[in-house]
């Protein structure tokens, strides 16, 4: 009885009365794979950060439950070349019943570009005048191209014309903060529930590292009627999908994730699956660099045809969800009226057996090889990076005789040897950071760091340029189709697959927003659907 | 003795000090760069980044830098939880690993003993044929398979009876510590019932014994003042480690019951590369287990009078 005591006393504040969905109490429970680092949005970069703040924290603008940008503190706006104009709403308040203002942006914004703060998603805000200047120290914070003639508009100078720079407003780093509380923090804003102050739908009312959160209501949020939850727990933190499988089974979480291996019993027990396409391409990325291989045009065609990605996709790793990839852009982004990929549908490549062993004959002859080469594939330590690698390891030396050697790192020195170029393919990924084409259009330029491999190609350049500086849909999208050729034409990756989710949900949840750019899963407008009407 | 327990802390102190020096160096010489991210940075982003962390200095100012930390008892910021000290993520965490290693360990020491004394008692009868063919079972089974067997189980219990006999995960109060409590526990558990055993076989053929039982003593006197307390011994030597092992190492555990514990932040930290995390939790590691050899010492003395005796 005293242990007992001592153990429910000792450790107040958690959770224990844990249930999927709450229709008392007008409260849900969730799991999240791992905590927040923190919750400073100047900084952060991770997805379960950006799905908290997406909960607690309002920008000028959101994604709509239909899909599309809506105003969120931002009551109208007016983007052109050189300048975006936004004008916010008088009701909008900080969760201490403040309002909040176009400062509160100012603020935030030249925070995360001081050179001090160190953050890594800073050159998002490049598109504002004197951004890039402000993060190298070469000019100081107050020389950012943001005014606030009211306390209600916001003026935007733009470095370069950027269609598309209401779309990039959703990403955390464009949150607002507002100083007086930054400054009180003392350097801690974030790092706890009372560390930071809230615009959002919830706030955060109780976070125990490592345990759990609350997310509780936050009545000075402008916006109560789209608003339907009293709060939403968080009782569980883990990155464990069978652990997650089971707190789901034992009605705890409204929602889990499904393994391959799990979708047989989640169709005995009658749950209906979903499934959703995380809008991250993964891909084999090429080294271009000097004294490579693989910057031989006729090697990169010999291995696009040897390998099957149906076959990978739909035969070896077999996960549910899962798309063969087909072009760098996936094929949810928008176009010019519909689907990019419907107005620019990307060359399918079939794969062929003779033509790749006739490739590799000729590109051994460009080489001045007697043998097929040996190439360093670079792979993750994950279980689905292995059975891949292992997969391209297999196809390679059957098809064309060509030995891979599979080098397979944790992350963190798989990144360290894509930056060296220490490698010949490498299994990457890319997700997007906001809504255009272009999050995925520039990704090899010459100019980005993001192209490990070092692809550099003139004709490319041009076409990144023009979708970059044209303000015309009709000619950006033109370009966005020239770029997909001409990736596919040059083999300068091959596309494996986009990823997918496949996951259940608690029946009664309805209005569950699952998305590509912005927070996700939101559970900010979910109601509990008590089917007593 | 008391000369000798101060030279144990020298010891122990210098101990410490090897296990920073070593993690130090062996840490940066792990491939990889912490600060890597998805995206590329620019060169500027990932200078003020460097100079943030002290990254900028050679890595021998580091060092020392380091250990003068260290010596304050700092550990500084971590890398990936950018506003959280690694002393606050020690002071937060480690006591609910304590408390699940603690009960682990009392699971583990109380059921290792009985189950020793029991097989040693009933040797080569079905008892202790049975609690063996369970010892190997516990040693070899990893404890991921343990505790997601557990946990399933858990779950299939609370469906059928329809009512939550114990929580399935999570933290809060002793009802969900019990199952991940004897998971963590149960391969300390076979193996202390092991060491138990053969000790137990190994002083039952003593002469001591044997006089005891020429002078006719009752045989539960003999059992427990001679038997059982000799042969308890070299249990209570392994505990000392066993119980830093098991307070520490229970990052699996941690993460299939969902358990706010230490054994997570110091697994991450070193996939993550996390330079602060992991000196700092491998720092306050070393130190507690340092820490339990020298009271296993001091307890050991209690029981063997012997010890006491050699200077």
Do not use: C
């Not at chain 2, 070299?234 to 000392?240: E, H």
């Amino acid at each position: 009885m005293l242990v007992l005591h001592y153990a429910s006393s000792s450790l107040t504040g958690a959770v224990t009365d844990v249930s999927a969905v709450d229709v008392e109490r007008n409260s849900i429970s969730i799991l999240i794979r791992e905590e927040p680092p923190q919750l400073d949005s100047s900084r952060a970069t991770d997805a379960v950060s950006g799905m908290v703040l997406g909960h607690v924290m309002e920008g000028l603008v959101r994604m709509g439950l239909d899909g599309r940008l809506e105003g969120a503190v931002a009551e109208d706006w007016e983007v052109t070349p050189t300048t975006a104009t936004f004008w916010l709403r008088e009701d909008a308040k900080w969760s201490d019943g403040q309002a909040v203002t176009a400062a509160d942006f100012i603020f935030s914004w030249q925070t995360a570009l001081k050179p001090e703060t160190g953050s890594e998603y800073a050159f998002l805000l490049f598109a504002v005048k004197n951004a890039e200047a402000i993060n190298n120290g070469t000019l100081p914070p107050s020389a950012l191209g943001v005014s606030a003639p009211n306390p209600n508009t916001l003026v935007i100078e733009l470095e370069r014309p950027v269609p598309f720079f209401d779309k990039m407003l959703v990403f955390p780093t464009f949150l607002p903060i507002r100083e007086d509380f930054f400054l009180a923090t003392e350097g801690r804003f974030g790092a706890d529930a009372d560390q930071l102050l809230y615009n959002g739908p919830f706030q955060i009312t109780r976070w125990v590292h490592g345990s759990s959160m609350t997310f509780e209501r936050n009545p000075h949020f402008w916006n109560q009627d789209e608003i339907h939850l009293d709060a939403i727990h968080v009782p569980y933190i883990t990155s464990d999908a069978t652990a997650s499988l089971n707190f789901f089974k034992d009605s705890k979480i409204a929602m889990t994730g499904l393994q391959a291996e799990n979708l047989t019993e989640a169709m005995r027990m009658g749950w209906q699956i979903r499934q959703h396409r995380d809008g991250t391409v993964f891909y084999i990325d090429f080294n271009y660099r000097d004294g490579r291989a693989t910057d031989n045009l006729n090697l990169r065609r010999a291995i696009q045809l040897a390998l099957d990605m149906d076959e990978m996709v739909y035969k070896v790793t077999k996960l549910p969800g899962y798309e063969p990839g087909v072009s760098l852009f996936p094929g949810w982004l928008m176009g010019e009226k519909t689907l990019l990929r419907q107005e620019y549908p990307p060359t399918k490549i079939i794969p062929n057996a003779s033509a790749a062993k006739a490739y590799l004959q000729t590109a051994m002859q460009e080489l001045g090889l007697s043998e097929p080469p040996t190439l360093v594939l670079l792979s993750g330590d994950n279980p689905i990076s292995s059975v891949q690698s292992e997969w391209v390891q297999q196809s390679l030396k059957t098809t064309l005789g060509i030995a891979v050697k599979i080098d397979k790192q944790i992350f963190k020195q798989r990144l360290a040897k894509m930056t060296a170029g220490d490698f010949d393919m490498v299994l990457a990924g890319w997700g997007p950071d906001y809504n255009d084409p272009l999050t995925f259009g520039d990704l090899y330029a010459s100019w980005n760091k993001n192209n490990r491999g070092e692809y550099n190609s003139q004709e490319l350049d041009t076409l990144i340029e023009t979708a970059q500086n044209q303000l015309e849909p009709a000619v950006r999208m033109r370009a966005f189709g020239d770029i997909q050729q001409h990736l596919i034409d040059n083999a300068v990756l091959l596309p494996m697959y986009e990823r997918g989710v496949t996951y259940v949900v608690d029946p009664r949840i309805k209005q569950l927003k699952r998305r590509v750019i912005g927070p996700d899963p939101d559970w900010s407008r979910v109601y509990i659907d008590t089917g007593s009407e | 003795m008391l000369k000798y327990f101060a030279k144990r802390i020298v010891l122990g102190l210098v101990t410490i000090w090897f296990i920073a020096s070593a993690t130090f160096f062996g840490m940066h010489a792990v491939p990889g760069d912490p600060l890597a991210g998805d995206k590329a940075m620019t060169a500027q982003i990932r200078a003020n980044l460097e100079a943030k962390y002290g990254l900028d200095q050679p890595l021998g100012t580091q060092y020392l830098i380091y250990l003068g930390n260290i010596a304050q008892g700092d550990f500084g910021i971590s890398f990936t939880q950018e506003n959280r000290r690694v002393n606050d993520i020690i002071r937060e965490h480690f006591p609910i690993s304590a408390t699940l290693g603690i009960l682990a360990i009392v699971f583990a020491g109380l059921g290792g003993v009985l189950w020793g004394a029991l097989t040693a008692l009933y040797r080569n009868r079905w008892p202790d044929v049975v609690i063996m063919f369970l010892v190997i079972l516990g040693i070899s089974v990893p404890s991921f398979v343990v505790a997601a067997i557990s946990q399933w189980s858990l779950v299939g219990l609370n469906l059928a009876t329809g009512t939550a006999v114990l929580p399935i995960g999570g933290w809060g109060t002793v009802w969900h510590m019990l199952v991940p409590a004897l998971v963590l526990g149960l391969s300390t558990m076979a193996y202390l019932t092991r060491l138990m055993r053969s000790s137990m076989l190994e002083v039952v053929s003593t002469d001591y014994i044997r006089t005891a039982k020429a002078k006719g003593l009752p045989a539960t006197q003999i059992f427990s003042r001679h038997q059982l307390r000799n042969a308890i011994l070299p249990v209570v030597t392994v505990l000392g480690p066993a119980i830093a092992g098991i307070t520490t190492g229970g990052f699996v555990v941690e993460i299939v019951f969902a358990i706010p514990g230490l054994g997570r932040y110091f697994v991450q930290a070193i996939q993550q590369l996390d330079y602060t995390v992991i000196m700092g939790t491998t720092v306050f590691y070393g130190a507690f287990l340092v820490f339990m050899v020298i009271l296993v010492d001091l307890v050991y003395g209690f029981i063997d009078p012997r010890v006491r005796v050699e200077k």
